[in-house]
């Protein structure tokens, strides 16, 4: 895995457990009590972004140190992966099609 692919690998990982994040301990306005004039009260009251991108970060560095180990070490290959033989014959094992 080259520098690029680590990087993009990183980002993909980091929007995901931020988006995933985000609606968690969420504190709308119409929980709070101080509907602002002119917006829902599902809004956001207390959102905290800034706690929850420095715990994303965190929690997705693990993930993709996991990650990356698992694809530059080859503990898990598409071969593994591949219940129904889809990907073709394996051109090592010879667990392919018509085998």
């Not at 995901?16 to 709308?28: E, G, N, S």
């Not at 709070?32 to 994303?56: C, E, F, M, N, W």
């Amino acid at each position: 895995m080259g520098p690029v692919t680590g990087l993009i690998l990183y980002a993909v990982i980091w929007w995901m457990v931020f988006l995933v994040a985000i609606p968690l301990r969420l504190q709308t306005q119409g929980e709070a009590g101080a509907v602002v004039p002119g917006t829902h009260q599902g809004s956001p009251h207390r959102h905290d972004l800034r706690k929850k991108a420095l715990i994303t970060t965190a929690v997705s560095a693990l993930i993709w140190l996991v990650t990356a180990w698992i694809i530059v070490t080859g503990q898990i290959t598409l071969s593994d992966i591949d219940l129904f033989t889809r990907f073709g014959p394996d051109p090592i094992g010879g667990h392919g099609i018509g085998e």
